[in-house]
């Protein structure tokens, strides 16, 4: 369903997906909830966001998990019935097709670690085309790949793990530089730091960049 | 250190490494600490082991975590300072310099998601030459290319998540079968299911492969 058929209106920014991992518990994630403009649910998650005292605008996905009836629903419900893709993938393309491109996407990850993996490589996939910030309760996780900089504060742990085999990354402003080098796939960006309010990576290729919460 | 140094006999089978991600909960990873021939803990997880009742036989590490001093401990305690690699690489890496090529890592998973990447990258590298085997409260995860058989339950929860972009994969034994297919990095191959009591996996890049417990 496209939205252009609606009132475009009826969804105000921040749009927020809650997918169905672990419910947040950080106050940056939860934080998130509840300042959400449209919150976004993937089937199942429409359940732990009731339970937890919330209402969905929009649930999306193959509808096999969530008790929520369309009936009884007020919001959107956007049954989509096709077993190649997950309930967050579905969300994610609604939003492309629907011009809705600034996205937070919070329980993405713990529990089932085939889901937590498989909903990285979403973000890794739909970055290109649509502003995506996941928030755990660790990290808020972006993926890029050319120049970016990213605010920061001294300390701030930022790990860099690399989507595919990367040909040359540089960093400024991470204690632990890298300059001009190959960066395959490993587990040796993990736990670098911020050296002061601003850090860059220039990288070739695509990489997933964990930024910790300020408190 | 290698252990040609020592008796080789004070290491007994199986081999279990223990990392420092969430604790394992469920049976199945359980019931691998409290059979296991040699425990050999990453650092910080030597505590969480203690606390549970069982003392390791090895820690390795950079020795920034845990609270098991040098002088105290009765095993092998193994200190590597290198910030270019976490304590899972460098235990693998131990392993693998002292021939225990048979491994199941418990604690890969929960808690920070960079460690949770980083450890199932690490999977990918070192499976080429060790048997690898990630046991969660979810999953056993292993990772594979070429042509492999595997045992399995009706009904098994199978879960397949590509390293890197595959060119082609075949399975047989799955719900949803691919045939010669491409198998790009995504979240597809989620939420397969065993037919019967095998399937079969041929791909043609590596692959992460999930397989549920059996109760």
């Given at each position: 369903m496209n939205i252009d058929l609606l009132d475009k209106q009826y969804f105000n920014k921040p749009f927020i997906i809650l997918a169905n991992g672990q419910y947040p518990s950080h106050p940056a994630a939860l934080n998130k909830l509840h300042t959400a403009g449209t919150i976004i649910c993937t089937d199942g998650s429409a359940n732990k966001l009731l339970e937890n005292g919330l209402t969905p605008n929009v649930i999306i996905g193959d509808m096999d998990s969530t008790t929520v009836g369309q009936d009884s629903f007020k919001g959107l419900y956007v049954k989509i019935s096709d077993q190649d893709n997950t309930d967050l993938d579905k969300a994610l393309e609604w939003c492309k097709v629907n011009s809705l491109s600034q996205l937070t996407v919070l329980?993405?990850?713990?529990?089932r670690e085939d889901h937590t993996i498989g909903n990285l490589m979403l973000l890794a996939n739909y970055s290109e085309e649509l502003d995506i910030n996941f928030v755990t309760d660790y990290f808020t996780i972006t993926c890029h790949h050319g120049k970016r900089s990213f605010t920061s504060f001294k300390q701030q742990l930022v790990s860099l793990l690399p989507v595919e085999d990367i040909k040359s990354i540089t960093t400024e402003g991470l204690e632990f530089p890298l300059i001009d080098e190959l960066f395959p796939l490993s587990s040796r960006g993990i736990s670098n730091r911020a050296t002061g309010h601003q850090f860059i990576i220039s990288s070739s290729g695509k990489i997933w960049v964990f930024r910790s919460h300020s408190e």
């Open positions: 329980g993405t990850s713990q529990l």
